[in-house]
């Protein structure tokens, strides 16, 4: 993409007041401000989706122009259990420090995504934080409805020319999608989020071990047996073998995320039609939720 991409034109038309006053950057020094632009906010929480964000609120109105999150989320990373004091200790005591960077990333997209589906935000402008270090992370805070993002754990790990590589990424995918403008793809997911109870529960799903790529490390067998449904073999005919049980498997997915194998397990989806051999009951091509399910006892009240 050449200097004038949509990518680029966002990053110079960015505003931001370091010290009360705008000053002339370089991109990297622009960067470093948005980085940190977001310090002189106050916290306030935002109705039914998040303590962790900062609004900018008109003092006359009142009204939320707009909103930037996460910030850190409080907590203690250890205990010294010599002195029995959090560590860092200063002078025998410590104190919660701000959890930050990827692990803190699915927790700032949900937020994010209520944000962006609730009612009574929707639509409000919001700046995505929160663990995003590559130009994936960017683009999912984007799809989920951030109309912009900052970065502050991957700059102090890799500094600022982490940013080059987000923007190189970012236009590389919009090329490749068609994508001129990123309000073409701000967004787009949030009408895939609903909640739990209002997936579909006649969408069936058993999972799929490629014997080719498996290598008999047994952790899909464990993980089902002792947590899950006991749907996974680990003997059969006295060798080693893991194979899904489609009898026993209700499609948890808990298999596919410990398999160390990328693709190894996968999960597939019964065809409309199809036995579920764990139910006896042919895959129904009706939308059903919990909120309707005979095993609910809400739904079974309500019905009464
Ligand atoms: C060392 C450090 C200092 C921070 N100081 C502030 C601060 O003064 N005010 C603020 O609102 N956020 C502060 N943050 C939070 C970041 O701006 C950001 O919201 C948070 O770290 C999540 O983004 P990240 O995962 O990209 O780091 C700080 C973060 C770090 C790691
Ligand atoms: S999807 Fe769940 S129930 Fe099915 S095999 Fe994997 S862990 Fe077991
Ligand atoms: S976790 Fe993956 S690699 Fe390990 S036994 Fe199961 S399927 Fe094979």
């Known amino acids: 993409m050449a200097d004038g991409s949509p990518v680029r ?4 038309s960015s505003s931001y007041s370091f010290t009360g006053r705008r000053r002339r950057t370089t991109t990297s020094s622009r960067l470093a ?6 310090e002189f906010s106050q916290p306030i929480p935002v109705p039914s989706a998040t303590r962790s964000s900062t609004r900018s609120t008109c003092s006359t109105t009142g009204i939320t122009a707009a909103v930037s999150l996460i910030n850190p989320i409080n907590s ?3 205990v010294n259990l010599d002195n029995f004091a959090p560590e860092p200790t200063i002078d025998g005591k410590g104190s919660h420090g701000g959890y930050c960077g990827p692990a803190v990333k699915p927790i700032a997209m949900n937020m994010v995504a209520e944000i962006a589906r609730d009612g009574e935000t929707r639509g409000l402008p919001i700046s995505g934080i929160g663990g995003i270090t590559l130009w994936r992370d960017a683009a999912e805070f984007m799809a989920l409805g951030a109309g912009n993002v900052q970065i502050c754990t991957a700059a102090m790990a890799y500094g600022f020319k982490i940013v080059r590589e987000l923007i190189a990424g970012l236009e590389d995918w919009m090329d ?7 309000d073409q793809f701000i967004g787009k997911a949030v009408p895939a989020i609903t909640d739990w109870q209002y997936l579909n529960l ?7 071990i490629d014997q ?12 089902c047996e002792d ?3 006991q749907a996974i073999t680990n003997m059969v005919d006295g ?8 009898e026993e498997c209700v499609g948890c997915n808990l298999c596919v995320n410990v398999c160390p194998v990328e693709n190894c397990i996968t999960m597939e989806p019964l065809a409309v039609g199809t036995l579920d051999k764990r139910t006896g009951i042919p895959v129904s091509p009706t939308y059903a939720n919990w909120t309707q399910h005979p095993n609910n006892p809400s739904a079974r009240q309500a019905a009464e």
Do not use: P
């Open 176 to 182: 490749s999608q068609g994508y001129q403008r990123l």
């Open 227 to 229: 947590t899950s449904h």
């Open 76 to 78: 203690i990373t250890g």
């Open 239 to 246: 060798v080693r073998h893991f194979e899904v049980i489609e």
């Open 33 to 38: 401000a948005r980085v940190a632009c977001h």
């Open 212 to 223: 080719d790529a498996c290598i008999k490390c047994g952790r899909c067998h464990i993980a």
């Open 202 to 208: 006649n969408f069936v799903t058993k999972a799929r």
């Open 9 to 12: 034109q966002a990053m110079r």
